[in-house]
Nanobody
Framework: VQLQASGGGLVQAGGSLRLSCADSGRTSSNNAMGWFRQAPGKEREFVSAISWRGGSTLYTDSVKGRFTISRDNAKNTVYLQMNSLKPEDTAVYYC???????????????????WGQGTQVTVSS
């Protein structure tokens, strides 16, 4: 598994971005996929996750109704559509893969085996 996150950038508050996480390595569609973020001076926190078949999703409360996670296993890619962005969403966003990780445990950072390099999202007020 080799994860490459992309799609970050600078956007005004209220705007949208779509992050992508592509697996260019030996891929297993049995991986649950998660997005985490780390703001300056803060610990990395869970944002969203999706089960390996895509039937189950999980979101942290602060992004519910604004962010949508999805996956296309044929393209080995997971997406995070971020709408109604707020300045407090500013962070480096990381994707991660957890082999056979159940969605009930997908908010726990230590449960993931593989991590991408991160993509910067900056939301201006």
């Amino acid at each position: 598994v080799q994860l490459q996150a992309s799609g970050g950038g600078l956007v005004q508050a209220g705007g949208s971005l779509r992050l992508s996480c592509a697996d260019s390595g030996r891929t297993s569609s049995n991986n649950a996929m998660g997005w985490f973020r780390q703001a300056p001076g803060k610990e990395r926190e869970f944002v969203s996750a999706i089960s390996w078949r895509g039937g189950s999703t999980l979101y942290t409360d602060s992004v519910k109704g604004r962010f949508t996670i999805s996956r296309d296993n044929a393209k080995n890619t997971v997406y995070l559509q971020m709408n109604s962005l707020k300045p407090e969403d500013t962070a480096v966003y990381y994707c991660a893969a957890g082999p056979r990780l159940p969605i009930t445990l997908a908010a726990y950072e230590y449960k993931y085996d593989y991590w991408g390099q991160g993509t910067q999202v900056t939301v201006s007020s």
